[in-house]
């Protein structure tokens, strides 16, 4: 798992004690998205933070229970929320989505030290802490007023061009009216993602060679 997020100090000592507890098993996701946004997000999943939550989509996954979700709440400058297996399927009523989940119960949260930078996977939740579900997010920019409320999962290592361009909702709430994008297939991987080198770096070892 990268550490590619800001911790506080005790994060940093907590992560090592992890490595010497033993690796756990490395895992990533990617994400195929239709509509204005077309192209797959990668993301690392923080296993060793929130092995739970990260549980819990990875089996979501691999039963297809994500695929032709919508984003039906997406607040342009904040997040994109998807994942609400129940009723946020394409063509059912959007009057319904956000408001549902999966037949497993919620989860206990895993509050960690990290914070919600761009492109953070955060899990959604109801007012209570302990009540994230299925539901999930990403953060177009920084949103440090989440940090300690909610769960973070993982990391949007490439694709954060394609996560830019999902059609944003409407009003304070972000709904979606219309057509929403949607997330048609999503693999796991076994491998740890990582997020390709910068283009400068690239060019400089060109002209080096």
């Known amino acids: 798992m990268r550490k590619a997020l800001r911790a506080k100090p ?25 509509g204005e946004a077309n192209g797959t997000i990668i993301i690392d999943l923080f296993e060793e933070v929130a092995p739970l939550h990260v549980e819990r989509i990875t089996t979501l996954v691999a039963e297809g229970a994500y695929d032709d979700v919508v984003f039906h709440r997406v607040i342009d400058g904040f997040m994109a929320q998807t994942g609400d297996v129940e009723f946020g399927g394409f063509g059912q009523d959007m009057r319904y989505a956000g408001r549902g989940g999966s037949e497993y119960p919620d ?17 959604a939740r109801g007012r209570g802490l302990d009540t994230a579900n299925s539901q999930f997010f990403i953060t177009f920019q920084a949103a440090t007023h989440l940090d300690g409320g909610y769960t973070i999962v993982g990391q949007v290592v490439e694709g954060m061009d394609i996560v ?4 944003r909702g409407r009003g304070r709430n972000g709904a979606v009216i219309g057509e929403p994008d949607r997330m048609v297939a999503l693999r796991v991987r076994e491998d740890d993602p990582v997020p390709p080198p910068p ?3 690239e060019d400089a070892e060109a002209a080096t060679e």
Do not use: H, Y
């Open 107 to 123: 989860l206990p949260a895993e509050i960690s030290d990290l914070s919600f930078d761009r492109g953070v996977l955060g899990m």
């Open 199 to 201: 283009e400068e770096e």
């Open 164 to 167: 830019d361009l999902i059609r």
């Open 10 to 34: 005790r994060k940093a000592l907590c992560a090592l004690a992890l490595v010497a507890a033993g690796p756990a098993a490395a895992t990533g996701l990617e994400i195929d998205v239709e």
